[in-house]
């Protein structure tokens, strides 16, 4: 369920490509049940393709990977958390436009 520009993020290797990213880090926990995450993917598919290598942008299955989504205390999804620095800069919680989370990378790229 992920464009070509997206990571597929897990517990084995968020800390590598998040935490440790040099370049700011767009994350989407998701879950196949979750019709809003279905609608999101191609919102998160788009801006991973717009902003290229000037930000990172992954999926991490909250079903399949449980030890991340806890330890960020994701308690609904679609959510959306913006890293920076190996820190959480923005959270977005539901159905997020576009343009939000656009703006909030553009902050941070």
Do not use: H, R, Y
């Not at 290797?13 to 279905?38: I, R």
């Not at 942008?57 to 990977?65: A, E």
């Amino acid at each position: 369920m992920a464009g070509d520009n997206v990571v597929t993020l897990s517990d084995d290797n968020f800390q590598t490509e998040v935490l440790d990213s040099s370049t700011p880090v767009l994350v989407d926990f998701w879950a196949e049940w979750c019709m809003p995450c279905k609608m999101l993917a191609p919102t998160i598919d788009e801006i991973a393709g717009e902003f290229g290598d000037k930000v990172k942008v992954g999926k991490l299955d909250i079903d399949s990977n449980q030890s991340t989504s806890i330890n960020f205390q994701i308690t609904a999804i679609p959510t959306v958390l913006i890293f920076k620095d190996g820190e959480v800069k923005k959270k977005f919680v539901g159905m997020t436009k576009k343009g939000d989370l656009q703006d909030a990378l553009n902050e941070l790229a």
